[in-house]
């Protein structure tokens, strides 16, 4: 669906935020908006890298798996960020397939608008080489604690890496701020879902969290810091 020039959402997309009244106007001439189901596929890997996103409600989520179904990456997109950062400016394909992971709202642009627009505003475009640069640290940290030969460590790593991400303060717990379910954290620290689920079981014995639906209330974050120092 094509959007109107009145588009008050995107104020709130820091990515956007360097972009001049002129070139969010342009931006705004080839926006579109469409809505997705939970579950629903936004594109895979291969596909060509024909549109940017801009998640305005929902979540999203980002993997790549070989042919032998074994996870070989895993992200999350929380509203009001864009996706996907990998290949930009780069690469005609996407790296990684995108899926729905509640029902979404997002805005999309054709990349080679996007690109074109960024590109002559420089301090966009550090910003955009500044996120790169932060995701590229967070995966780094991951792939460190994956390797770790230690299951319970790489679980509670793994929790303090969402934590970081998606972790919003209430009261003197946090919330992550993310569905999740014990499945998805076995992904996320290369183990099985038995294990994760034996983990976090001692995990709320011990008080340090509780897991309501789908979402994980951190209740000693002093405790899971201590696991990435």
Same mark, same amino acid.
């Given at each position: 669906?094509?959007?109107?020039?009145?588009?008050?959402?995107?104020?709130?997309?820091?990515?956007?935020?360097?972009?001049?009244?002129?070139?969010i106007?342009?931006?705004?001439?080839?926006?579109?908006?469409?809505?997705?189901?939970?579950?629903? !596929?936004?594109?895979?890997v291969?596909?060509?890298?024909? =549109?940017?996103?801009l998640?305005? #409600?929902?979540? *999203? /989520?980002?993997?790549?798996?070989?042919?032998?179904?074994?996870?070989?990456?895993?992200?999350?997109?929380?509203?009001?960020?864009?996706?996907?950062?990998?290949?930009?400016?780069?690469?005609?394909?996407?790296?990684?397939?995108?899926?729905?992971?509640?029902?979404?709202?997002?805005?999309?642009?054709?990349?080679?608008?996007?690109?074109?627009?960024?590109?002559?505003?420089?301090?966009?475009?550090?910003?955009?080489?500044y996120? !790169?640069?932060?995701?590229?640290?967070?995966?780094?940290? =991951?792939?460190?604690?994956?390797? #770790?030969?230690? *299951? /319970?460590?790489?679980?509670?790593?793994?929790?303090?890496?969402?934590?970081e991400?998606?972790?919003?303060?209430?009261?003197?717990?946090?919330?992550?701020?993310?569905?999740?379910?014990?499945?998805?954290?076995?992904?996320?620290?290369?183990?099985?879902?038995?294990?994760?689920?034996?983990?976090?079981?001692?995990?709320?014995?011990?008080?340090?969290?509780?897991?309501?639906?789908?979402?994980?209330?951190?209740?000693?974050?002093?405790?899971?810091?201590?696991?990435?120092?």
């Amino acid at each position: 669906m094509k959007l109107k020039n009145s588009v008050d959402d995107l104020s709130r997309f820091k990515i956007l935020s360097y972009l001049t009244e002129e070139e969010i106007q342009a931006f705004k001439n080839h926006l579109f908006q469409r809505t997705y189901k939970k579950n629903q !596929l936004l594109f895979t890997v291969g596909d060509p890298r024909e =549109r940017i996103y801009l998640l305005s #409600t929902g979540y *999203v /989520k980002l993997e790549r798996t070989n042919t032998d179904a074994t996870m070989l990456y895993l992200d999350y997109v929380k509203p009001h960020d864009l996706f996907p950062y990998g290949g930009m400016f780069k690469d005609p394909y996407y790296h990684y397939s995108a899926y729905a992971l509640t029902d979404i709202v997002v805005y999309y642009i054709p990349t080679k608008i996007f690109e074109d627009i960024v590109q002559t505003n420089k301090d966009q475009l550090l910003y955009i080489v500044y996120r !790169l640069s932060r995701i590229l640290e967070l995966h780094e940290k =991951r792939l460190q604690t994956i390797t #770790t030969s230690n *299951v /319970k460590d790489r679980v509670e790593q793994s929790i303090t890496y969402l934590v970081e991400d998606f972790g919003i303060q209430m009261g003197n717990d946090i919330v992550i701020d993310v569905p999740m379910t014990i499945t998805e954290i076995a992904k996320i620290s290369g183990t099985s879902r038995e294990t994760a689920s034996h983990v976090f079981k001692e995990l709320r014995c011990d008080g340090l969290l509780t897991m309501e639906g789908r979402q994980i209330i951190v209740h000693d974050v002093e405790y899971f810091k201590e696991k990435v120092q």
